[in-house]
């Protein structure tokens, strides 16, 4: 899949010269024909007030951009980390401390009009929304509130990523109780954590504007806990996601796979990641959607064995956390559009975005920001950019357009 610049359409330009002309001359007609009845003929020649542009646009309404051509619009953004901090903060949103109730809605209110205009809007959600009743955690096991699930999925998001190093933090009972947690909500998808055998095998698929979206998902590890079972975590295995893509664009237009690979904080893609990403593109992958580096890393096509483009984002960084590294503070979210021309049947990616997010805490707010709106007062009160980073809005706009580089649009 490649980027495809829109051509002009001359039947909808022709379309659009010619009926306004038609309705101001019926218009003149009507005129004409009214004022003539009520006065005697004077000889003039009497003609309608032109139309005005609300008025045209009220009488030629719902020209598509592009006959037979349909439009869905996605997003991505990296990891959603719930450590102590954050929850303790959702905690103060809802009312008293430790009275089992949270609010994580204003960590995500400035970021929530963009994921809320997309069709489709992915999350990594690395850790593990287990079960209120085993206890709410941070660091180093993660147990995430239960309340979490419903605060993304008012802020937009409907494609969860849950394969991650943290998914077995709370063992298989955490597995269980995320998967039915994630299966209360309607037209959101789920992936990456599964509680049954049939579970796991059930290829994940959403769809929009006819155009038929799986995502599928893989983990490189879970952090030295054993696997209670073979289907409950995906790993990274080339048989494994041999068969998944097989099957799944059986079922699908469009492929995605959510990839929790690589090493943490480094701007540097690994070996491995490089070598999974063209198994992607030789199996026909569209999209892979990297986390767990903590940090951006490269966005790129690859070009698979039969000559088709994979797009691959390495990766999106962090999404809301507090981890107290300057580069973690810096993260990516990934916009475009999937066109499909009716004429071919085709789907491809155009408008390509990537927007740098900034994660702030220290001043008793948690939250994430585009950086193109984010202050050099909030940079001077930041936990971490305040002292070690203080101009740190600078240095975040060198270093996105270093790693995502001139062949792509930075919203920024």
């Known amino acids: 899949m490649q980027k495809r610049k829109k051509k002009p359409n001359k039947k909808r330009i ?82 008293e401390l430790n009275d089992g109730n949270y609010d994580f809605k204003p960590s995500y209110k400035h970021v929530k009009d963009i994921i809320q205009k997309a069709d489709l809007a992915f999350v990594n959600q690395e850790t593990i929304i287990g079960g209120d009743h085993l206890g709410i955690s941070g660091y180093p096991a993660f147990n995430s509130p239960k309340q979490l699930a419903s605060d993304l999925v008012e802020t937009g998001f409907n494609m969860i990523n849950g394969a ?13 109780h995320s998967a039915s947690v994630w299966r209360e909500f309607e037209d959101v998808i789920f992936v990456g954590a599964y509680d049954t055998q049939e579970d796991a095998d059930t290829i994940r698929v959403i769809e929009r504007e006819g155009i038929k979206f799986s995502l599928l998902a893989y983990t490189y590890g879970t952090n030295g806990y054993k696997l ?60 892979v959607i990297g986390t767990h580096p903590h940090v951006i890393q490269s966005l790129e096509w690859v070009e698979g064995k039969n000559g088709n483009k994979t797009l691959v984002a ?83 706009k060198t270093k996105t357009k270093e790693i995502i580089g001139d062949k792509f649009d930075i919203d920024m």
């Open 14 to 95: 022709m379309f659009s010269i010619i009926v306004p002309i038609l309705l101001i001359a019926v218009a003149a007609i009507g005129y004409a024909s009214l004022e003539n009845s009520k006065k005697p003929d004077t000889g003039a020649n009497d003609t309608a007030p032109p139309l005005t542009q609300e008025e045209n646009d009220s009488a030629v309404p719902g020209i598509p951009d592009v006959p037979g051509e349909k439009r869905v619009s996605f997003l991505a953004v990296g990891d959603n980390l719930i450590h102590e901090r954050v929850f303790t903060y959702a905690d103060q949103n809802a009312g």
């Open 164 to 176: 991650s190093n943290h998914t077995l933090d709370k063992l298989f009972e955490g597995i269980q």
């Open 228 to 287: 209670p079972n073979s289907y409950s975590v995906p790993l990274f295995d080339k048989d494994k996601i041999t068969r998944d893509v097989e099957r799944a664009k059986e079922i699908s237009d469009v492929v995605m796979v959510s990839a929790h690979w690589g090493n943490e904080n480094t701007y540097v893609v690994s070996e491995e990641q490089v070598a999974y990403a063209q198994l992607f593109a030789d199996l026909g992958v569209d999209l």
């Open 314 to 396: 390495y990766s999106l960084g962090n999404f809301l956390s507090t981890m107290e590294l300057v580069d973690t503070q810096l993260e990516g979210m990934l916009s475009l559009d999937f066109v499909r021309n009716e004429e071919d049947d085709t789907v491809l990616m155009e408008n390509i975005v990537w927007t740098p997010l900034v994660n702030h805490f220290g001043d008793g707010t948690f939250r994430v920001m585009p950086l193109k709106e984010y202050t050099a007062e909030l940079n001077a009160v930041h936990f971490v950019l305040g002292e070690q980073k203080p101009d740190a809005i600078q240095y975040f």
